[in-house]
């Protein structure tokens, strides 16, 4: 389906792997609830490569516009972190953050998979991917990587600035059709994941209450 808003937020991490499961708790239980209390945030999606060796993760926020990433109440659960949130902070890896502004956003439904390219162009003509008989929806955004995060405090400028998401029934179908999507698109930074979790605003019923972590 058609992604809600006018942007969105793309994030790929990695976690240590004592701390996986842990990982998968918090951010089901506190950390998607908690975002979504900002006004502005939608949606949360976490997908997950179980085979990768870099990127495990990658979470999709959807949001009304970009200027939810500045507004006070985002900007005050990032510099406040909850005790869980600020336990997990060291034990992430390899941590990418693009906040786009989505130029096109086409389908009927969510896919089970859904796999992400990294371009240094926009692609032309994307819609013709439909053609496959797996996809069920194309999201394409330009990303703004000059600001740093407090997981990516470095600028990214110099990487590939769009990303397109194709979402698919079901990995294998997608993967099997990654050839036919590369040849449409071109050269790009490849991936596909299976999704593990989606919680949109409306499941919130207000805000969550709070969830006690395992004791570790």
Not at 21 to 27: M, P, R, S, T, V
Not at 99 to 116: E, I, K, V, Y
Not at 121 to 129: C, M
Not at 210 to 215: A, C, D, M, R, V
Request: hydrophobic share 40%; charged share 20%.
């Amino acid at each position: 389906m058609s992604l809600k808003g006018s942007a969105f937020l793309a994030l790929w991490n990695d976690i240590e792997a004592p701390r996986d499961g842990e990982y998968n708790l918090w951010h089901t239980r506190e950390h998607v609830p908690e975002r979504l209390t900002v006004p502005g945030i939608l949606s949360g999606r976490r997908y997950v490569d179980r085979e990768a060796t870099r990127h495990r993760y990658f979470t999709l926020y959807e949001l009304d516009s970009l200027a939810v990433l500045a507004s006070p109440a985002y900007q005050r659960i990032v510099d406040n972190p909850t005790p869980w949130s600020l336990s997990m902070r060291p034990s992430f890896r390899n941590f990418l953050r693009y906040p786009c502004t989505t130029t096109l956003s086409l389908g009927r439904g969510m896919g089970g998979a859904l796999a992400t390219f990294r371009l240094g162009a926009a692609p032309s003509g994307i819609e013709r991917l439909f053609d496959i008989a797996a996809v069920v929806a194309l999201h394409l955004g330009e990303a703004d990587l000059s600001q740093p995060f407090p997981l990516q405090p470095t600028q990214v400028e110099d990487g590939p600035r769009y990303l397109l998401l194709v979402e698919a029934n079901d990995h294998a179908g997608l993967a099997a059709s990654l050839p036919t999507i590369l040849s449409a698109i071109g050269e790009a930074q490849a991936q596909i994941y299976e999704l593990a979790s989606a919680i949109a605003r409306d499941d919130l019923g207000g805000t969550p209450a709070p969830f006690t972590p395992p004791n570790r």
